[in-house]
């Protein structure tokens, strides 16, 4: 394992302060960006291979270059603060406990895209983020590295700190753009929205998770070579029936396995049964699959359909859990979220939260196995967004690996679960 | 940040925006390049002082904005965190989603329903409670977790619910 990086100082108390965080080599990569030329900024974060740590993983460097170069042109810099996905957490540990390391790394991709005002769109429940991440920004402002001529560079850059009121599905960059805009929190249709060429305000944007821009912090102070000999490194949130859940910090490609092994395996006497290896909108993968590297391509690549790293959300389930209660209460989520615009999502979800209702309060039929698979395969690939896309993995591979389950609940209307464990 | 702390102010011919509250809008207005991008701080604003979204709050809103009431109020009822009806002084959420699932929520979710002696959804007779349930409140470390107001609690036992609820209480009593 690696030394840890971006929670190198998360245990320090002090690090919310900005003399605390300088003192600890914090706002050097700002520096040093703002000495290089944007283009070669962007390089840099390029070669470092960093990929969005939101969920979808796309190039963070890629994504900057879309952005058109011409000066004229008003862009923006959106934050995505508004972390929601089920068993997610690593964006909140971060902004609680290394603020400026968020404000940092909005000032370097500001300045190598050339946006002059950036927004943070922070989660309404992030209430102690939101008292960290105010106090960091006052006190950065007051330094002089933010506000005009950034640490003295000639480059001059707002930031706007605004918070949402609860919906999930505002974490979608194009629906998070319209919440941002003062608008229901709906997405919008690509193209020709992609945020790069038509974003907030219809202006180019970049839209950046908290995760991904502290990386880019760390890639700038300290080179992208040395950040990749580090793993690269990402964050796993670990949750559910390990011993110690918590957020870990790994080398990208690190297994399943050894991410449960980090966080003291499961819970004492009992054994794994079932993992969320990237939020609830991934694949349930069985013990199988533990030997899997946590990496993009390898979970993506799997023979399981939705399989993939998404946020880092390992959610892991032990021998006591019953698989259609889970899925149950992930397909009530995606219902209770879906913001009704696309026919797939409101009705699938809600069609599937009937059936699996009744399923779990006895009165299932077998029958119901196929209109659950029917169901979902009338939702693959036609929803608006990624929301209604997130239902169909779970129902597919739990009813390819613990088919038995549905099955005993539909023939006995009963649990077979517990009574094993 | 007062959300879900909120002193609900005496009803009556108070049910609208005061100066105060509507200079407040106005500075956040001024921060965006389009001004309909306060909305929801705006919304925040007003429920904070009212209590709950009245019609009055949101006409209020719509007019220091110079937009339409109808659309003030769409964007509202879109949002979970904005109440169109009284709610206690304390929201407490219990979150419901997967990881505080496999920890044991429901239990907390009971103990909750009986100690307050309401259901999901509604409010204690003294008004100092509102039990609501919530999805991942990204408090997974922590599970079972809750928010009561803006403060996270987690991982929960009854005994620990007990003693938060006391606390509220507490300060409920001396604020009164």
New interface residues.
């Given amino acids: 394992m690696g030394e840890p990086v971006l929670l190198t100082y998360l245990h320090e108390p002090d690090q919310g302060e900005l003399q605390a965080y300088s003192a600890r080599g914090g706002y050097e990569g700002l520096r040093r960006a703002l000495s290089m030329s944007p283009e070669a900024v962007t390089d840099e974060v390029d070669k470092s291979g960093l990929r969005g740590r939101g969920g979808a993983g796309f190039a963070t460097g890629r994504k900057w270059k879309f952005i058109p170069k011409d000066p004229a042109v008003t862009k923006y810099v959106v934050v995505n603060a508004d972390?929601?996905?089920?068993?997610?957490?690593k964006?909140?540990t971060l902004l609680e406990g290394d603020p400026h390391r968020l404000i940092e790394g909005i000032v370097i991709a500001s300045y190598a895209v050339g946006a002059h005002?950036a927004f943070i769109y922070l989660?309404?429940?992030?209430?102690?983020a939101?008292?960290m991440l105010e106090r960091a920004l006052a006190q950065a402002a007051a330094a002089g590295m933010v506000g005009r001529n950034a640490a003295g560079s000639g480059f001059d850059l707002s930031i706007?700190l605004?918070?949402?009121?609860?919906?999930?599905i505002a974490g979608e960059e194009t629906a998070l753009l319209e919440?941002?805009?003062?608008?229901?929190?709906m997405p919008r249709l690509k193209p020709p929205y992609y945020p790069a060429v038509k974003g907030l305000?219809t202006q180019p944007t970049v839209v950046n998770n908290v995760e991904t821009l502290c990386h880019v912090a760390w890639i700038l102070a300290k080179g992208y070579e040395w950040y990749r000999q580090q793993g690269p490194p990402i964050l796993i949130?670990v949750?559910?029936?390990v011993a110690r859940?918590?957020?870990y910090e790994v080398p990208l490609g690190t297994t399943i396995r050894q991410v449960i092994d980090r966080a003291g395996g499961m819970r004492s006497g009992r054994k794994f049964k079932a993992c969320?290896p990237g939020g609830?909108s991934s694949a349930i993968l069985p013990a199988a699959y533990l030997d899997t590297p946590m990496d993009y391509d390898a979970l993506a690549k799997l023979d399981v359909y939705g399989s993939m790293l998404g946020s880092g959300?390992l959610?892991a389930?032990d021998d006591t859990?019953c698989m259609v209660?889970?899925v149950a209460?992930?397909v009530e989520?995606y219902r209770?979220?879906s913001?009704g615009k696309c026919t797939p999502c409101r009705e699938g979800t809600m069609w599937l939260g009937q059936a699996l209702h009744r399923m779990l309060g006895g009165k299932g039929r077998v029958e119901d196995l196929s209109l659950l698979e029917g169901i979902a395969r009338g939702m693959t690939g036609t929803c608006f967004c990624p929301l209604g896309e997130s239902v169909p993995p779970a129902i597919y591979s739990t009813l390819r690996f613990f088919r038995h389950e549905y099955e005993h609940h539909a023939k006995t209307g009963t649990c077979d679960v517990r009574v094993m464990a | 940040?007062t959300?879900g702390n909120a002193e609900t102010r005496e009803r009556g011919n108070a049910a609208g925006l005061s100066e105060g509250a509507k200079s407040e809008i106005r500075r956040l207005m001024a921060?965006?390049?389009?001004?309909?991008?306060?909305?929801?701080?705006a919304?925040?604003v007003a429920q904070n002082e009212v209590g709950f979204l009245t019609p009055d709050a949101l006409a209020d809103i719509a007019a220091v904005m110079g937009l339409p009431t109808s659309e003030v109020t769409?964007?509202a009822s879109?949002?979970?965190?904005?109440f169109f009806r009284p709610r206690g002084r304390h929201v407490v959420?219990v979150c419901?989603?997967?990881?505080c699932?496999?920890?044991g929520c429901g239990r907390i979710l009971d103990h909750l329903r009986r100690q307050l002696g309401v259901e999901v959804g509604e409010t204690t007779s003294d008004g100092a409670f509102t039990l609501k349930t919530?999805?991942?409140?990204?408090?997974?470390?922590?599970?079972p977790a809750m928010?009561v107001g803006?403060?996270?609690f987690g991982p929960l036992t009854p005994g620990m619910v007990d003693e938060v609820l006391s606390r509220y209480r507490r300060a409920t009593r001396s604020m009164t």
């Fill in positions: 972390e929601g996905e089920p068993g997610t957490f964006d909140r005002l989660r309404r429940e992030f209430y102690h939101r008292e706007v605004a918070t949402g009121a609860g919906a999930y919440s941002l805009e003062g608008r229901r929190a305000y949130s949750s559910g029936h859940p918590g957020v969320f609830s959300a959610i389930m859990t209660e889970v209460r992930t989520f209770d979220e913001c | 940040m959300d921060q965006f390049p389009q001004r309909q991008s306060a909305l929801l701080g919304l925040f769409s964007v879109f949002y979970h965190l904005l959420q419901t989603n997967l990881s699932m496999l920890n919530a999805e991942c409140l990204a408090a997974c470390e922590s599970a928010l803006t403060e996270r």
